[in-house]
């Protein structure tokens, strides 16, 4: 039986999980359809005028901001149990080999030290953090009571929603460049599996040969 024990987290990073789970679920669809059925309804009595227009971009805006850190905070997370699993079955692969006198395959590391990369791993390492989150919610809270005082008009609400969405964009920017790291050296683990998986097997047919004509011999 295989166990995958779950990382210790806080009161946070649960709360962060909440509201993934919600948003991620069939509740959140429901609620942005509402929104959306809302934003057309009153659209008549706004007269379709430019703050009408604004409004879905404003909810969009600063929904979009907040679900950018977190989803990027989840799927740091998830990335960091699936690397640690990986991690834990090369160990156990280079023990094997290490029990059996065996030499173990070369492993493929891929080095990538230009400056765009590490500045692409540094802001989604930071992006990623659940203080990152905590500091988006309070962003979005910050730029509600401003809007709220300069009573909802057309520069508030880009004020709302053009920075955010920009960011937005940003992190879905980071969160690509991430999963494409992430699956490239991934690719790259699992084909050294699979080369030391085949080794053994070759091996361990060997050995078997090597019984079987030895129990043809003492016949």
């Known amino acids: 039986m295989i166990e995958i024990q779950p990382l210790k ?4 990073v649960r709360a962060i999980d909440y509201y993934a789970d919600l948003v991620g679920s069939g509740v959140g669809a429901f609620i942005s359809t509402c929104v959306f059925v809302a934003w057309l309804a009153v659209g008549n009595v706004m007269q379709w005028d430019s703050n009408w227009w604004l409004i879905i971009g404003t909810y969009t805006g600063l929904v979009g901001y907040i679900d950018g850190f977190v ?7 998830q990335d960091t149990i699936v690397n640690d699993q990986f991690q834990k079955l090369v160990d156990e692969d280079f023990e094997l080999f290490q ?3 065996l030499e173990a395959p070369q492993e493929h590391v891929i080095k ?3 400056l765009i990369y590490r500045m692409s791993q540094f802001m989604g390492v930071i992006c990623s953090m659940p203080q990152s989150v905590l500091l988006a919610v309070l962003v979005t809270v ?9 009573q909802w008009n057309e520069t508030a609400q880009l004020l709302c929603n053009t920075p955010t969405m920009i960011i937005e964009g940003f992190l879905f920017n980071v969160l690509i460049q991430a ?7 991934r690719r ?3 084909h050294d599996i699979l080369l030391r ?8 047919r060997s050995i078997g040969a090597d019984s079987e004509k030895f129990g043809i011999k003492c016949m």
Do not use: E, P
């Open 112 to 114: 990538d030290k230009s």
């Open 71 to 77: 989803l990027r905070n989840v799927y740091f997370r």
């Open 197 to 204: 998986r085949l080794k053994l097997l070759q091996y361990a």
């Open 188 to 190: 790259v683990v699992m």
């Open 99 to 101: 029990y059996l006198n």
């Open 179 to 185: 999963h494409n790291v992430a699956n490239t050296k």
């Open 142 to 150: 910050g730029l509600l009571c401003l809007a709220s005082g300069m």
């Open 9 to 12: 987290i806080g009161s946070g």
